[in-house]
T-cell receptor, first 116, second 115 residues
Framework: AQKITQTQPGMFVQEKEAVTLDCTYDTSDPSYGLFWYKQPSSGEMIFLIYQGSYDQQNATEGRYSLNFQKARKSANLVISASQLGDSAMYFCAMREDNSGNTPLVFGKGTRLSVIA | DTAVSQTPKYLVTQMGNDKSIKCEQNLGHDTMYWYKQDSKKFLKIMFSYNNKELIINETVPNRFSPKSPDKAHLNLHINSLELGDSAVYFC??????????????FGPGTRLTVL
């Protein structure tokens, strides 16, 4: 069974607009972490934001915020004021048993294109 | 100051050859990983090492053999390369202890092309 689902293979957004990238997850572990990574065309994996399953507030990092809805098992990434440099693949990932050495399980990614 | 480095960045080789990819991290992390990203961009864990000890081995053909000479290095050796091995291989590391949600730091990736 797929643990991380990203239903949007591709998204377009106008520059300076906000965009939401969807992510739902499946786990029975009470302790887990949710991560978003960005992969530009150059190929590197860039960490964006983290949300822990016990965190009461939604995580924010600059223009990135994570809309965490635990009951719905969703962890959507919101990018505000999109920039051309935001065009990239975005991956949602989860780590169960939220310890330091558990590997990440990734979704299939969403390709975001920002239009001028 | 590169945190996680991989060599080579690109690797083009013939089917049947044996090749190695090297990974080094200077972050003092205890745990290192190999992930494979296929042509559809899907990332999947292959191996996980904690302090030189193999702790996770996903269903990977035994042609793939990781080796960790010390906790800062994790190499991946691939025997008898096949066309389906063409992919981008990412090394990553994370600390064992510390705050929950320790991010994994990824290397730049090695693009392997098997002809």
């Amino acid at each position: 069974a797929q643990k991380i689902t990203q239903t949007q293979p591709g998204m377009f957004v106008q520059e300076k607009e906000a965009v939401t990238l969807d992510c739902t997850y499946d786990t029975s572990d009470p302790s887990y972490g949710l991560f978003w990574y960005k992969q530009p065309s150059s190929g590197e994996m860039i960490f964006l934001i983290y949300q822990g399953s016990y965190d009461q507030q939604n995580a924010t990092e600059g223009r990135y915020s994570l809309n965490f809805q635990k009951a719905r098992k969703s962890a959507n990434l919101v990018i505000s004021a999109s920039q051309l440099g935001d065009s990239a693949m975005y991956f949602c990932a989860m780590r169960e048993d939220n310890s330091g050495n558990t590997p990440l399980v990734f979704g299939k990614g969403t390709r975001l294109s920002v239009i001028a | 100051d590169t945190a996680v480095s991989q060599t080579p960045k690109y690797l083009v080789t013939q089917m049947g050859n044996d090749k190695s990819i090297k990974c080094e991290q200077n972050l003092g992390h205890d745990t290192m990983y190999w992930y494979k990203q296929d042509s559809k961009k899907f990332l999947k864990i292959m191996f996980s090492y904690n302090n030189k000890e193999l702790i996770i081995n996903e269903t990977v053909p035994n042609r793939f053999s990781p080796k960790s000479p010390d906790k800062a290095h994790l190499n991946l050796h691939i025997n008898s390369l096949e066309l389906g091995d063409s992919a981008v291989y990412f090394c990553a590391s994370s600390p064992l202890y510390g705050r929950a949600g320790n991010e994994q730091f990824f290397g730049p990736g090695t693009r392997l092309t098997v002809l």
